[in-house]
């Protein structure tokens, strides 16, 4: 099956600097990598992804990059807010979502 | 409905007992499938539901879990003669097939003393 891992663990930043988060994977045959935002007490929810035959895509402060090559996608975070923080999860599909490990995102005003 | 819908929100059990845990999902979504997120952990697959085929079972952890769809729709995740090691947040998502963006509920934190 697919192995995931996720860096870092955790992540602080100053509020307004960028967070990146990487995500390396094992299946060559993965063809979606969808980044989750995970707040205290609330299930995942999907914020951005992206498709194998897509290098780069952006929404607003977010972007995820694939390196299919190198087997893995990571998540920017630009101009980071309070409100970022929160645990972040990488999970590639091989038949169903494979969750990596998570990263917990601090933003410290 | 608006979103997915999980019951109870919280369950504290004793050891040895049986547990029932649903999941009413998004209406019309076809696909269904129960995570389990141990503290401080990602999220462990348990099974999943794909319209009418038989599910997808090979996340189980032991035989003392089962779960069922009943009219393609609300779903129950059993799991018998609990255990300590059981206790986590069991969260349940729904898509239409195909479709990988998940919606999650917001999980039953069950608990077993």
């Known amino acids: 099956g697919e192995n995931v891992e996720q860096h870092p663990s955790t992540l602080s930043v100053q509020e307004g600097d960028s967070a990146v988060i990487k995500c390396t994977y094992s299946?060559?045959?993965?063809?979606?990598f969808p980044w989750y935002k995970q707040e205290l007490g609330k299930g995942p929810q999907l914020i951005i992804d992206?498709?194998?035959?897509?290098g780069e895509k952006k929404d607003q402060r977010i972007a995820v990059t694939l390196n299919k090559t190198a087997k893995h996608f990571s998540l920017h975070i630009t101009e980071t807010q309070p409100e970022d923080s929160a645990v972040y999860f990488c999970?590639?599909?091989?038949?169903?979502?494979?969750f990596g490990s998570g990263t917990q995102l601090t933003v410290l005003p | 409905g608006a979103g997915v819908s999980q019951s109870p929100s919280n369950k504290v059990t004793e050891k040895g007992k049986d547990v029932e845990l649903r999941c009413d999902p998004i209406?019309?979504?076809?696909?269904l499938y129960w995570y389990r997120q141990s503290l401080g952990q990602g999220l462990e697959f348990l099974i999943y539901?794909?319209?009418?085929?038989?599910?997808?079972k090979s996340g189980l952890p032991s035989d003392r879990f089962s779960a069922e769809r009943t009219g393609g729709s609300v779903s129950t995740l059993t799991i018998q003669r609990t255990q300590q090691e059981d206790s986590a947040v069991y969260l349940c998502?729904?898509?239409?097939?195909?479709?990988?963006?998940?919606?999650f509920g917001s999980g039953t934190r069950l608990t077993v003393v």
């Open positions: 992206i498709r194998s035959n897509v």
């Open positions: 999970a590639p599909v091989e038949r169903q979502l494979t």
């Open positions: 998502a729904s898509s239409f097939i195909g479709d990988y963006g998940y919606t």
């Open positions: 299946d060559s045959a993965s063809n979606y």
């Open positions: 539901f794909q319209g009418n085929s038989a599910p997808d």
């Open positions: 209406s019309g979504h076809t696909a």
